[in-house]
């Protein structure tokens, strides 16, 4: 069992930062590649990002590719997600997800985070 906990989230204008942290806790944290999923009101959960066990592989949706910046720091149990140059449209709730597997499949990750809102003002 890992338990998950995101943090960071709030109200930015566009073009601004935030930086969200996800907890962990239970299992080695380690042993779990880490994404970043969102969903906005109305629309389906997506892919935002996503890193391997050890960090050295890193992968992004599109839309956000460039923007923003996904690491971990395995000693902390946590992972990070550095957001930049915000738009309106990254207005979401933000969840912090654990897989056996880096991958953008929501159906890969088992464990889920409560979710942290994010909303950006233009």
């Known amino acids: ?10 109200l930015v204008q566009a073009g601004g930062s935030l930086r969200l942290s996800c907890a962990a ?3 080695t944290f380690s042993s ?3 994404g970043w999923f969102r ?6 959960r997506e892919f935002v990002a996503a890193i391997s066990r050890s960090g050295g592989s890193t992968y992004y949706a599109d839309s956000v ?6 690491s971990r ?6 992972v990070y997600l550095q957001m930049n140059n915000l738009k309106p449209e990254d207005t979401a709730v933000y969840y ?5 597997a880096s991958t953008g499949i929501i159906s890969s990750y ?3 985070g409560q979710g942290t809102q994010v909303t950006v003002s233009s």
């Open 32 to 34: 779990y590649a880490m």
């Open 25 to 27: 806790s239970g299992r």
């Open 1 to 10: 069992q890992v338990q998950l906990v995101e943090s960071g989230g709030g």
């Open 39 to 44: 969903q906005a009101p109305g629309k389906e």
């Open 96 to 100: 912090c997800a654990a897989s056996q």
């Open 73 to 78: 720091d395995n000693a902390k149990n946590t």
């Open 65 to 70: 590719q460039g923007r923003f910046t996904i």
């Open 110 to 112: 088992r464990y889920w």
